[in-house]
Nanobody, 114 residues
Protein backbone atom coordinates (compact mmCIF):
# COMPACT_ATOMS: atom_id res chain seq x y z
CA UNK A 1 0.00 0.00 0.00
CA UNK A 2 1.30 3.40 -0.97
CA UNK A 3 0.36 6.53 0.96
CA UNK A 4 0.92 9.83 -0.77
CA UNK A 5 1.60 12.71 1.58
CA UNK A 6 0.64 16.13 0.24
CA UNK A 7 1.37 19.56 1.61
CA UNK A 8 1.30 23.20 0.60
CA UNK A 9 -2.36 24.02 0.28
CA UNK A 10 -3.92 27.08 1.84
CA UNK A 11 -5.31 30.53 1.21
CA UNK A 12 -3.63 32.75 -1.35
CA UNK A 13 -4.54 36.06 -2.93
CA UNK A 14 -5.20 36.40 -6.64
CA UNK A 15 -1.93 36.79 -8.49
CA UNK A 16 -0.07 35.03 -5.73
CA UNK A 17 1.95 31.83 -5.75
CA UNK A 18 1.86 28.55 -3.96
CA UNK A 19 3.85 25.34 -4.07
CA UNK A 20 2.38 21.92 -3.49
CA UNK A 21 4.45 18.87 -2.72
CA UNK A 22 3.69 15.18 -2.76
CA UNK A 23 5.77 12.20 -1.74
CA UNK A 24 5.05 8.52 -1.19
CA UNK A 25 5.40 7.82 2.50
CA UNK A 26 8.01 5.24 3.33
CA UNK A 27 8.66 4.33 -0.28
CA UNK A 28 11.55 5.07 -2.57
CA UNK A 29 10.00 3.39 -5.58
CA UNK A 30 9.60 5.24 -8.81
CA UNK A 31 6.29 5.51 -10.57
CA UNK A 32 5.58 5.65 -14.27
CA UNK A 33 3.74 8.90 -13.78
CA UNK A 34 3.01 11.37 -11.00
CA UNK A 35 1.04 14.54 -11.00
CA UNK A 36 -1.90 16.54 -9.82
CA UNK A 37 -5.63 16.65 -10.40
CA UNK A 38 -8.05 19.14 -8.92
CA UNK A 39 -11.72 19.04 -8.17
CA UNK A 40 -14.53 21.29 -7.06
CA UNK A 41 -17.84 20.13 -5.60
CA UNK A 42 -20.19 18.85 -8.25
CA UNK A 43 -17.51 18.81 -10.93
CA UNK A 44 -15.32 16.15 -12.44
CA UNK A 45 -11.74 15.76 -11.36
CA UNK A 46 -9.52 17.67 -13.79
CA UNK A 47 -5.93 16.83 -14.68
CA UNK A 48 -3.71 19.79 -13.86
CA UNK A 49 -0.22 18.53 -14.60
CA UNK A 50 1.67 15.28 -14.92
CA UNK A 51 5.25 14.15 -15.26
CA UNK A 52 6.39 10.76 -16.43
CA UNK A 53 9.41 8.75 -15.37
CA UNK A 54 10.96 9.69 -18.71
CA UNK A 55 10.39 13.36 -17.93
CA UNK A 56 7.47 13.98 -20.26
CA UNK A 57 5.32 16.79 -18.88
CA UNK A 58 1.73 17.69 -19.62
CA UNK A 59 -0.37 20.61 -18.44
CA UNK A 60 -4.01 21.44 -18.79
CA UNK A 61 -4.62 24.43 -21.02
CA UNK A 62 -6.03 26.36 -18.09
CA UNK A 63 -2.70 26.36 -16.22
CA UNK A 64 -0.12 26.44 -19.02
CA UNK A 65 2.37 29.20 -18.49
CA UNK A 66 1.38 29.63 -14.85
CA UNK A 67 1.99 26.25 -13.23
CA UNK A 68 5.07 24.09 -13.38
CA UNK A 69 5.59 20.53 -12.24
CA UNK A 70 8.92 19.02 -11.37
CA UNK A 71 10.29 15.94 -9.72
CA UNK A 72 13.05 15.88 -7.17
CA UNK A 73 14.43 12.40 -7.65
CA UNK A 74 16.68 12.59 -4.61
CA UNK A 75 13.65 13.16 -2.41
CA UNK A 76 11.21 11.19 -4.57
CA UNK A 77 8.91 14.18 -4.34
CA UNK A 78 6.82 15.84 -7.00
CA UNK A 79 6.15 19.55 -6.77
CA UNK A 80 3.58 21.78 -8.36
CA UNK A 81 4.60 25.40 -8.50
CA UNK A 82 1.55 27.61 -9.03
CA UNK A 83 1.93 31.26 -9.96
CA UNK A 84 -0.42 34.02 -11.09
CA UNK A 85 -3.20 32.26 -9.25
CA UNK A 86 -6.78 33.03 -10.22
CA UNK A 87 -10.08 32.63 -8.43
CA UNK A 88 -10.90 29.71 -10.70
CA UNK A 89 -7.84 27.83 -9.47
CA UNK A 90 -9.64 27.30 -6.19
CA UNK A 91 -10.09 23.56 -5.72
CA UNK A 92 -9.00 20.53 -3.81
CA UNK A 93 -5.76 19.36 -5.38
CA UNK A 94 -5.06 15.64 -5.43
CA UNK A 95 -1.69 14.11 -6.01
CA UNK A 96 -1.51 10.80 -7.82
CA UNK A 97 1.18 8.23 -8.55
CA UNK A 98 0.67 5.58 -11.16
CA UNK A 99 2.30 2.38 -12.24
CA UNK A 100 0.23 -0.79 -12.51
CA UNK A 101 -2.12 0.83 -10.01
CA UNK A 102 -3.00 4.43 -9.37
CA UNK A 103 -2.59 5.82 -5.89
CA UNK A 104 -4.14 9.03 -4.62
CA UNK A 105 -3.31 11.53 -1.94
CA UNK A 106 -5.92 12.76 0.48
CA UNK A 107 -6.25 16.12 -1.23
CA UNK A 108 -5.18 19.59 -0.19
CA UNK A 109 -7.38 22.66 -0.45
CA UNK A 110 -6.15 25.67 -2.37
CA UNK A 111 -8.33 28.74 -2.03
CA UNK A 112 -7.69 31.84 -4.07
CA UNK A 113 -9.45 34.78 -2.48
CA UNK A 114 -8.78 38.44 -1.76
Amino acid sequence: QVTLVESGGGLVQPGGSRRLSCAPSGHSRRFNSMGWYRQNPGKDRELVASISLAGEINYSDSVKGRFSIFMDNTENTVYLRMTSLKFEDTAVYFCYAADIFTYWGQGTQVTVAS
